[in-house]
């Protein structure tokens, strides 16, 4: 890589007799230090800490020794391309749907959404050229604990309590799904009216319901 530096940096800086590397390296820390002087600070002071944000109160109060989220193997239901089965909250006691789809060129997808939500959630309707194209799966085993899945090469294993999908490629795990425990899906919910004189609504989070960028 070379440097290049006005004339007057190099009357002003011999480099005559400096090995030519060095010399390299000498422009580039003088063109470094000029270039600090055009640094600008930024005011923390526009951006929300964690505590600051509702969101990311509620996602890091989540520890990994405290699952809630199992996967009902009993209403596990398999097509010749995908396994679909109810994922629990247990904390909450709500069911989401949970899909595995298989897909060509040995890929796998996962959906995971609420079975009758208050509106729908949005969904991308223009990321990919088409829908993608369907494989047929290969049950490998199924028992009350996980169902595993064969893809070509690949392998998929679905793990119901505390819920847990691993990826192979070959017989090499590559891939973890909640492999902390730290999965979260809030599903909707309706905001909780308060009434004069009840006083038994139970409180949140502050900003739960409302959210600012100030």
Sequence with gaps: MMIWLPNYWLKKYNFAHCPANMANVIRFFILLLQLTGF?????????????QSSFCRRLRKIKPDNPK?????????????SLEAKLVNTEENVQLKFVLITLAGDTFRVIVDEYQ????????????????????????????DAVSIKLG???????????????????VLVAVVNSRNLFEFEHLRA???EVEGESDIPKGDPGAWEDSQG
């Design 39 to 51: 640094i600008i600070a930024v005011d923390k002071g526009n951006f929300k800490t964690c505590e």
């Design 69 to 81: 989220y199992l996967l009902d193997l009993n209403s596990l239901e398999i097509s010749d391309h």
């Design 117 to 144: 939500p208050l509106h729908p959630r949005y969904h991308v309707q223009s990321a990919l050229n088409g829908e993608p194209q369907i494989a047929k799966l290969e049950l490998l085993e199924r028992n009350k």
């Design 153 to 171: 090469n690949n392998k998929a294993t679905v793990r119901s309590d505390p819920f847990k999908l691993e990826f192979y490629q070959g017989e």
């Design 191 to 193: 905001k909780p009216v």
